[in-house]
């Protein structure tokens, strides 16, 4: 019961760091030039509702979303231990797949610019000694930016 509000805060703190670094980083945007406009993004734990976010690209950048139509990428975790380990930095988004501890829908391309994504969502959200253990490169990151970042999901919350 703890590991599903944990993995829904995990969650919640991703998409709000995707949606913050859309804006200012300017790797991520170069990422994010890749994906069309409308291009929507769900990503959870298989078979549980509760535990997932959905995120759409709107003019160069995202936006949390409610929408009910298919999503372009699916990434989902097998189940709440596997969402666990990855999203608290226990493993990397490379072993988590490695080890079948996460699938996708959609096609591949756009897994992997996902993957990009996330690396560069991990950076700045778990600092480089940590990523150092889960990635084999970490991206760079600006340490202005991801003091921003801390402060604006501190201040907007997770449901804002």
């Known amino acids: 019961m703890l590991k599903k509000i944990i993995v829904k805060i995990f ?22 030039n890749q ?7 769900k990503l959870g734990v298989w078979n549980k509702p509760e535990l997932s976010v ?6 160069d950048h995202f936006n949390k979303t409610k929408t009910s139509e298919k999503p372009d990428l699916e990434v989902y975790f ?3 231990n596997a969402a666990f380990r990855c999203l608290s ?14 699938f996708v829908v959609g096609l591949i391309s756009n897994a992997l610019i996902f993957t990009r994504l996330s690396m560069i969502v991990e950076q ?7 990523c150092k ?3 084999k490169k970490p991206p760079k ?14 201040l907007k919350g997770l449901y804002a």
Do not use: T
Request: without cysteine; hydrophobic residues 50%; proline residues 0%.
């Open 11 to 32: 969650l919640h703190v991703f998409a709000k760091s995707v949606i913050f670094l859309s804006k200012r980083d300017k790797s991520f945007q170069q990422e994010l």
């Open 124 to 130: 700045y959200l778990f600092g480089y000694l940590i």
């Open 35 to 41: 994906l069309k406009d409308g291009f929507v993004i």
């Open 78 to 80: 097998k189940n709440v």
């Open 89 to 102: 930095a226990l493993d990397g988004l490379e072993e988590a797949f490695a080890k079948k501890r996460m």
């Open 141 to 154: 990151i600006n340490l202005l930016l991801k003091i921003k970042l801390y402060i604006y999901i501190a």
């Open 54 to 59: 959905s995120i759409i690209k709107n003019k």
């Open 133 to 135: 253990r889960i990635m």
